[in-house]
């Protein structure tokens, strides 16, 4: 069983450590295109590469441990491609989310058609056989999904 809290601290503290790394590589970005090629800037860039190249060590090492919660969650594969392609994976979230509240609407609309006809086919039974008028009720009532 995985301990939420440790997971969630694990978490927090990689999405911490990536987010330092990517500002680090923009700012190493930024020292490349406007690069005077002077020694001391060219000591600044092999410093800010160096601590980059440190922290991304880091960071696999951490992940790879083996008493590690992180090794317990899955990111689905496509996720892991989406972001391949380079596309942000807060659009796949929201994506999935409306793929899934169209499903939702849908299943809801066919569940409340089959409640329609189903209190129709009950409403002419009884008025055709009204000695099953009890055992309609009944399953009537037993069919009738929970709210």
């Known amino acids: 069983m995985v301990d939420e ?18 500002e680090s590589f923009i700012e190493l970005g930024v020292s490349v295109y406007d690069f005077p090629g002077t020694p001391e800037a060219s000591q600044g860039m092999v410093t800010n590469l160096r601590r980059n190249v440190d922290r991304l ?13 992180l ?12 972001i ?4 942000n ?21 066919k569940m409340h058609g089959l409640k329609q006809l189903r209190d129709s086919l009950a409403e002419k039974i009884v008025e055709e056989f009204p000695d099953l008028s009890d055992t309609v009720q009944d399953i009537v009532r037993r069919t ?4």
Do not use: H, M, W
């Open 5 to 22: 809290s440790i997971l969630q601290d694990e978490l927090a503290k990689t999405e911490q450590q990536v987010a330092s790394i990517i």
């Open 57 to 69: 060590k880091k960071l696999n090492q951490n992940s790879n441990r083996v008493d590690t919660q």
């Open 71 to 82: 090794q317990n969650v899955d990111i689905p594969l496509e996720v892991v491609q989406y």
């Open 84 to 87: 391949e392609d380079g596309r």
């Open 89 to 109: 994976p807060d659009i796949y979230t929201r994506e999935f989310v409306e793929a899934i509240r169209r499903s939702n609407q849908y299943q809801r609309a």
């Open 144 to 147: 009738d999904p929970p709210v």
